[in-house]
T-cell receptor, first 109, second 114 residues
């Protein structure tokens, strides 16, 4: 079993839709949770960084962490074609950082 | 502009050849990393360095080598001992001397073995 599971998609939505991207994990030691966005043939860029359970909002993006369920989510409101990318979740404890495989998101105009 | 520069973007290699991927950063970061990305898999750590002249193996170091002679530079050599080298290679850096999730990535180098 992988430590971090992420549905690879692709997830295809119409412009303006609310998008929900999710990851589950098995190691309760993870303390820090991140979402990275990766455009095609580019390196990932950090989108959201959270420490505790709960929600964190940044513009159209909301990161949600539920440590009791070992489940994290990224919500994108009013999705735009420019949001089309691969979204990678990542989790860290101590010196260990583990990435999910990434979900491909396609927003159609 | 501060950032990480990887070169070359695309590289083709014949089996049995060693190749070196360049990574340079001007962010004044202490820590640097090399990851490998394959379709359907998360980023996997090859090597990392927290300080000049010191580096540690990551999860998949076999068939790779690195050096860290300068703070700004962390080149990766893919040797002929790497059984499946075709992949997308990403260099990253972080501010601290611990493996933090706040990574800054380069644009990657795609290696294809012919």
């Amino acid at each position: 079993q992988k430590e971090v599971e992420q549905d690879p998609g692709p997830l295809s939505v119409p412009e303006g839709a609310i998008v929900s991207l999710n990851c589950t994990y098995s190691n309760s030691a993870f303390q820090y949770f991140m979402w990275y966005r990766q455009y095609s043939r580019k390196g990932p860029e950090l989108l959201m960084y959270t420490y505790s359970s709960g929600n964190k909002e940044d513009g159209r993006f909301t990161a949600q962490v539920d440590k009791s369920s070992k489940y994290i989510s990224l919500f994108i409101r009013d999705s735009q074609p420019s949001d089309s990318a691969t979204y990678l979740c990542a989790m860290e404890y101590g010196n260990k950082l583990v990435f999910g495989a990434g979900t491909i998101l396609r927003v159609k105009s | 502009d501060g950032g990480i520069t990887q070169s070359p973007k695309y590289l083709f290699r014949k089996e049995g050849q060693n190749v070196t991927l360049s990574c340079e950063q001007n962010l004044n970061h202490d820590a640097m990393y090399w990851y490998r990305q394959d379709p359907g898999q998360g980023l996997r750590l090859i090597y990392y360095s927290q300080i000049v002249n010191d580096f540690q193996k990551g999860d998949i170091a076999e068939g790779y080598s690195v050096s860290r002679e300068k703070k700004e530079s962390f080149p990766l050599t893919v040797t002929s001992a790497q059984k499946n080298p075709t992949a997308f290679y990403l260099c990253a850096s972080s501010r601290g001397q611990s493996n933090t999730g706040e990574l800054f990535f380069g644009e990657g180098s795609r290696l294809t073995v012919l």
